[in-house]
């Protein structure tokens, strides 16, 4: 029993350095504003909420007055951040929606979960976990966070979940994020053989809109195994120029190989011909960063990153972050003074 208990105290230890690693730095605990209806003008920073009515967030909009309402609705909020944030790894946590969701940050959007009407497809049970880039975040002035729902039946809205803005203390923070909206599409190895998707021309109606870091079974691929591809352009910043660099993608589960301007620069996984075929492992876990090669970015026009993922069963995709590009000096830096900590020093320092 003893050595069961330590086990046990072990692995709850693990699960609290590396699966729950944050701190929260906003508490958006409490009244939001809220309205019924949809109109994508809500999103918008300047839009007037000022006779929207008032209703507590970790709890159906049933409990708060709206009684057997289903269909759409809106929340807003506002929040102010100090300038400690542009150097931390941001989350969003808004738990259980019921049943799908869209989170525009500033007007722009940062997340969805399930697929709205008339494809629509619920997503009540799944946690909602959405990286913050911190480029659209403003340090001097507030921020208004907007989320669209819509629910079927029952019970809606934000349900549950300690609601707030979350920093990373374990996981490097981007020079350049590349989280946000990037382009994505399946890839049928029975029906697609002889085309090439890590290299223009790009077939565009063949590409469509993703957000990540996210699973794409909760952007519309509902239960897709297989072959997958991302897409960003990206023009490098002139504070990065002439520096060795490395780019950071999170965690992809569960195979992938990158490129940038078409030239293979790191992967993680065999991905065989036959992909069905490829050992799969525990690579799921793993967080992915590949340096990349002189010359390989133009530094003074646009680039292309493509990556290429399998999925052999249950979630799929660059499902969470940090993504973007960081100086490879402040990578290594940053590994190397985790390296040196110990378990229990970390979980001291709250990391």
């Not at 508490?27 to 809220?34: L, R």
């Amino acid at each position: 029993m003893r050595y069961l208990l330590m086990i046990l105290t072990l692995g709850a230890s693990f699960n609290c350095l590396f699966a729950q690693d944050e701190t929260r730095m906003i508490n958006m605990n409490g009244e939001w504003k809220f309205t019924i209806g949809d109109n994508l003008n809500f999103a918008a920073v300047n839009f007037d909420d000022s006779k929207w009515d008032k209703i507590r967030v970790n709890t159906a909009w049933e409990n708060e007055g709206y009684n057997d309402y289903d269909g759409y609705a809106w929340y807003r909020t506002k929040f102010t951040v100090g300038q400690s944030a542009k150097s931390r790894n941001l989350v969003l946590q808004l738990g259980n929606i019921d049943d799908v969701d869209e989170v525009y940050l500033n007007g722009v959007l940062i997340g969805r979960s399930g697929s709205f009407p008339p494809n629509y497809e619920t997503a009540y049970d799944q946690w909602r976990r959405y990286p913050v880039p911190t480029s659209l975040l403003k340090y001097s002035g507030q921020n208004v966070l907007a989320v669209r729902v819509f629910d079927e039946q029952l019970e809606g809205g934000m349900l549950n979940g300690d609601v707030g803005i979350y920093a990373s203390s374990i996981r490097p923070t981007p020079d350049y994020d590349l989280s946000g909206s990037w382009k994505f599409t399946t890839w049928k190895f029975s029906t697609g053989e002889g085309e090439d998707f890590t290299s223009p021309p790009y077939n565009e109606k063949k590409w469509r809109d993703i957000l990540v870091p996210g699973f794409w079974e909760k952007q519309g691929a509902e239960g897709y195994d297989g072959i997958a591809y991302y897409r960003k352009n990206f023009t490098l910043p002139s504070y990065l120029k002439g520096k060795p660099l490395v780019i950071m993608l999170g965690k992809i589960d569960d195979l992938d190989m990158v490129y940038i301007n078409g030239k293979y620069i790191g992967g993680t996984g065999n991905i065989k011909p036959q992909p069905s075929q490829s050992y799969l492992g525990q690579y799921y876990k793993l967080m992915r960063g590949y340096y990349v090669p002189d010359g390989v970015i133009n530094e003074n026009g646009e680039n292309t990153i493509v990556v290429c993922v399998y999925d052999g069963y249950i979630d799929g995709g660059i499902y969470e972050g940090p993504v973007g590009l960081i100086a490879q000096d402040k990578y290594a830096y940053f590994w190397k003074s985790q390296k040196n900590k110990s378990i229990w020093e970390k979980m001291l320092d709250g990391d």
